[in-house]
């Protein structure tokens, strides 16, 4: 079955980074599209970035433009969001998620993981 | 930008009853990339519908989901107890964007 596994979650102090990553299990990664939601505590939910099949394209919300790179290594299944900058409204949950398609076209999320939190607080 | 507004923001109903959540764009969207996800406490979003109207393999068929232009309405029919949580809305955008809607509670009355 298709399982996605976050980890790398933490606390950092505003204005550092932290790397997080997704290991993905049970389905042919290299085929779909991959994206990162995030989840502030007991807020809703916010798109954050996605990255096409084969790496070639990426895109990503406005809040985390120029401070979040999404990145993925399909030869060890995994996934992975580098942010930097980190600020308090960072604070969330982050969930990696399988989009259906390999380019993104189809517009959802059809598999999720488990979440890994993320605080930024001194 | 689109926005997708939910309603009601919690509703309290029992088990048994007829459950209708509504979820309201700011201009019309195409129906084909409307969706609904439950959330569970502590539990990561489960996609539920997709299509406006179509029912993720496996989930009841309690569950069902309609609507066009800028509004849409989830509908559980006959709630169980495991149907109590929290119910978003998203749409796809072309930049592209993913909106969600603020979510519905649904709790236990």
């Known amino acids: 079955q298709v399982q996605l596994v976050e980890s790398g979650g933490g606390v950092v102090q505003p204005g550092g980074s932290l790397r997080l990553s997704c290991a993905a299990s049970g389905f042919t990664f290299s085929n779909f599209a991959m994206h990162w939601v995030r989840q502030a505590p007991g807020k809703g939910l916010e798109w954050v970035a996605l990255i096409w099949y084969d790496g070639s394209t990426e895109f990503y919300a406005d809040s985390v433009k120029g401070r979040f790179f999404i990145s993925r290594d399909n030869s060890k299944n995994t996934l992975h969001l580098q942010m930097n900058s980190l600020t308090a409204e960072d604070t969330a949950v982050y969930y990696c998620a399988r989009d259906p398609s390999s380019k993104a076209t189809a517009g959802r999320f059809d598999y999720w993981g488990q979440g890994n939190l993320v605080t930024v607080s001194s | 930008e689109i926005v997708l507004t939910q309603s009601p923001g919690t509703l309290s109903l029992s088990p048994g009853e007829r459950a209708t959540l509504s979820c309201r764009a700011s201009q019309s969207v195409s129906r084909s990339y409307l969706a609904w996800y439950q959330q569970k406490p502590g539990q990561a979003p489960r996609l539920l519908i997709y299509?406006?109207?179509t029912r993720v393999t496996g989930i009841p068929d309690r569950f069902s989901g309609s609507g066009s232009g800028t509004d849409f309405t989830l509908t559980i029919s006959r709630l169980e107890p495991e149907d109590f949580a929290v119910y978003y809305c998203?749409?796809?955008?072309?930049?592209?964007?993913?909106?969600f809607g603020q979510g519905t509670k649904l709790e236990i009355k």
């Open positions: 299509g406006a109207s």
């Open positions: 998203q749409q796809y955008g072309s930049s592209p964007v993913y909106p």
